[in-house]
């Protein structure tokens, strides 16, 4: 009788350790962390310097309903975010930018670079426009028809971001690329320039909010929502070049910009945000995009002045996380 009983406790044995060794709970592959309720994160995030009121809104939001986990975010150029992950190797849990094709160009892999994801969801646009406020310089007398010359005045200080590692740096140079056609005014650009000199740069737009407030620049090159969420006045430009309205998507090609990172086409804006392939908390990344993709996370961004698109665009709808898949659709062809 103990003959038999020994063996058969030991089989138990066995096969409770083997149990406990391949158990692996909510674990997923990949890198990704368990999404687990009450498991402590921290959800590493890197936006565009616009999205910074809008985001930490999000956040104040998201970390309400799921108080496990602390959102840790950092804001920047576009471009610079980007290249913080792909370049520097930091750690990122989801990326979102304020242009959208930032992201297939840099993280997709291409030219033998390492691959970092191949999708993309755009979930609100903007358009670009000139801030200022009544220390301006001819801010009595600016309207949306004369602010081109008004802006090349003698003494004027004009304030913009860097076009080789902002988004609104280089959409402002395409804007008043449209513009010299639009006005048929073919110095617009350089007399504007004349007045934006590099003191006058910053990584992102920003960070120059202050300069313009304290009187130190006249007018800053920033979008609408900004100009509304700071209560700052702004001009209202035509659509034909605000890159705003996917309906001049066509003309906005028109314009060419070079930077340090080729000659850049003119398309209408749309912020886009991914989750790289090596991201930590990849299903609580999921989860913050549910949460900005859906009503609460889009209420706030049109509170803040952005503008908002039909249902969040996915360049490959096939590509994107399950979890995310039902709150998208295709980006429109045209």
Request: contains cysteine.
């Amino acid at each position: 009788m103990k003959k038999r009983i020994i063996p058969l406790l030991l089989i138990a044995i066995l096969t409770v350790l083997t149990g406990c060794g391949t158990s692996s709970g909510n674990s997923t592959t990949g890198g990704t962390s368990s999404s687990t309720p009450d498991k402590k994160v921290t959800l590493n995030i890197l936006a565009a310097g616009t999205l910074t009121v809008p985001f930490k809104q999000v956040d104040e939001a998201f970390q309400k309903k799921y108080p496990n986990v602390t959102v840790h975010p950092q804001f920047g150029g576009s471009v610079k975010m980007v290249k913080q992950v792909t370049d520097l190797k930091q750690p990122a849990d989801l990326v979102a930018v304020a242009d959208y094709t930032v992201i297939p160009k840099y993280m997709f892999g291409s030219n033998g670079q390492q691959k970092y994801t191949d999708w993309y969801v755009g979930f609100a646009s903007n358009e670009i426009t000139f801030v200022y406020t009544n220390q301006s310089k001819g801010h009595d007398k600016i309207t949306p028809d004369n602010w081109y010359q008004v802006l090349a005045e003698k003494g004027v200080q004009i304030g913009r971001s860097n076009p080789d590692t902002d988004p609104s740096g280089y959409q402002t140079l395409q804007m008043l690329n449209l513009a010299e056609k639009y006005y048929k005014a073919p110095d617009l650009t350089k007399n504007i320039l004349a007045n934006a000199p590099a003191t006058n740069i910053r990584d992102t737009e920003t960070e120059l909010l202050s300069a313009l407030q304290a009187g130190q620049i006249d007018y800053l090159a920033i979008y609408k929502s900004d100009a509304l969420q700071h209560g700052l006045k702004y001009l209202q430009l035509p659509a034909q070049i605000n890159l705003s309205d996917p309906k001049y998507a066509d003309s906005y090609k028109e314009a060419n910009v070079q930077t340090k990172n080729g000659n850049l086409t003119g398309m209408p804006i749309v912020y886009a945000l991914t989750i790289p392939n090596n991201a930590a908390n990849a299903d609580w990344a999921q989860k913050y995009a549910a949460f900005l993709f859906g009503p609460e996370g889009q209420a706030i961004f049109q509170k803040d002045g952005f503008g908002m698109l039909p249902k969040p665009y996915a360049n490959d709808v096939s590509k994107v996380p399950s979890s995310l898949s039902s709150l998208v659709s295709s980006w429109p062809q045209k």
